[in-house]
Nanobody, 126 residues
Framework: QVQLVESGGGLAQPGGSLRLSCAASGFTFSSYAMSWARQAPGKGLEWVSGIYSDGSDTYYADSVKGRFTISRDNAKNTVYLQMNSLKPEDTALYYC???????????????????WGQGTQVTVSS
């Protein structure tokens, strides 16, 4: 069955960095777009970044553009999110998600994803 397991969250200071990983199994990873989304306390789910199946195209929310970088290693079935210049408002539970449609580009709507990981907590505080 499909499994997505996030790791790499933790506590970081403002201006610091963290690298999230999402290990995928149970499907042909290289055929699907992947995305990261986050949910801050008391707020709704926010799409953060997406990457096409072969890694050729990447997409970012305006709130993280220029600070976060998404990448993937299809040989390792893993997608990453490098987060630099972290801000307190980046504090959230971060999820990775598998695209619903094989070969489709990553979208911003949660309905475009059919499997989600359990999340990894990122806290940015001094």
């Amino acid at each position: 069955q499909v499994q997505l397991v996030e790791s790499g969250g933790g506590l970081a200071q403002p201006g610091g960095s963290l690298r999230l990983s999402c290990a995928a199994s149970g499907f042909t990873f290289s055929s699907y777009a992947m995305s990261w989304a986050r949910q801050a306390p008391g707020k709704g789910l926010e799409w953060v970044s997406g990457i096409y199946s072969d890694g050729s195209d990447t997409y970012y929310a305006d709130s993280v553009k220029g600070r976060f970088t998404i990448s993937r290693d299809n040989a390792k079935n893993t997608v990453y999110l490098q987060m630099n210049s972290l801000k307190p408002e980046d504090t959230a539970l971060y999820y990775c998600a598998k695209g619903r449609v094989r070969g489709a580009r990553p979208g911003m709507g949660s309905y475009e994803y059919d499997y989600w990981g359990q999340g990894t907590q990122v806290t940015v505080s001094s």
